[in-house]
């Protein structure tokens, strides 16, 4: 678990901070069902905040999971698909959070086309960058948490 070294806010500039209380985050992971998280409290601001352990941010889901995601969409399978076997891993993720979560991803790899990763891909929808695949959008835009 990283210590911290100054206080987290922004327009304190403070060093002493203390460990104020350890407290459980409930996390969507295929491997931690909870995670440690420690509260700290900064003695100059009496403001307290939260330090996760590496991977772990104040989203639901781990960075493990949304790896998971967009490898088995890489892979071909449809965020629909993707969504569904993440549940039956017990890390339920919405079609919508999948289609949101590749999406950051191909924001942060320009260019990122699945045909690369799966060169006999007999999808022909994806003969184009799916972020221009007027399919993915429509069904990014069917609102996809039903079930
Ligand atoms: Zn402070």
């Known amino acids: 678990m990283p210590v911290p070294s100054k206080c987290a806010y922004a327009d304190c500039t403070s060093k002493q901070v203390q460990l104020h209380q350890p407290v459980s985050k409930a996390l969507r992971d295929t491997v931690y069902p909870q995670m440690e998280v420690h509260r700290y409290r900064c003695l100059k601001c009496r403001r307290t905040f939260r330090v996760y352990p590496p991977g772990v941010t104040q989203a639901q889901s781990s960075e493990r999971v949304k790896g998971l ?43 990122l086309k699945r045909e690369e990763v799966l060169e006999a891909s007999q999808d022909q929808s994806h003969g184009r960058r799916f972020d221009e695949c007027e399919m993915c959008w429509a069904m990014a835009a069917s609102g996809s948490d039903r079930r």
């Open 69 to 111: 995601a967009v490898m088995l969409y890489l892979l071909g399978i449809s965020y629909g698909a993707v969504s569904l076997a993440l549940e039956g891993l017990g890390v339920p993720l919405s079609k919508t959070r999948v289609y949101e979560t590749v999406q950051a991803v191909a924001a942060r790899v320009p260019g």
